[in-house]
């Protein structure tokens, strides 16, 4: 069965760093967008970034560009989202996703992605 999941929430001070995993099972995430968003309490889920595996191409909002970077691991099938210089908004639930072939345009947008995580919490609190 194919699945994601997330790993690596927690709690962090601002201006800390925390790194988030994706990992996939039952499938390899060759040809694949992979995508974080988040959902802060009161907000609609917002996409931040996003990696095609097809090209390396990397695509993020603006709330965390600079701040946020998105890798992966080929031999381990994950992804990460290291996030540094965390700020108190960035408190929310952050899940990953991943979709065949995304189109660039499309990869920060919810709608359509084949697979998602259960989310993990990150919660940035002095």
């Given amino acids: 069965q194919a699945q994601l999941v997330e790993s690596g929430g927690g709690l962090v001070q ?3 760093s925390l790194r988030l995993s994706c990992s996939a099972s039952g499938f390899t995430f060759d040809y694949f967008t992979i995508a974080w968003f988040r959902r802060a309490p009161g907000k609609e889920r917002e996409g931040i970034a996003s990696l095609s595996t097809t090209d390396g191409s990397t695509h ?6 600079g701040r ?5 691991d080929n031999a381990k099938n994950t992804v990460y989202l290291q996030m540094d210089s965390l700020k108190l908004e960035d408190t929310a639930v952050y ?3 991943a979709d065949y072939l995304r189109r660039y345009s499309e990869s920060l947008r919810d709608l359509g992605y084949d697979y998602w995580g259960q989310g993990t919490q990150v919660t940035v609190s002095s």
């Fill in 95 to 97: 899940y990953c996703a």
């Fill in 14 to 16: 601002p201006g800390g």
């Fill in 68 to 72: 946020f970077t998105i890798s992966r």
């Fill in 60 to 65: 993020y909002a603006d709330s965390v560009k």
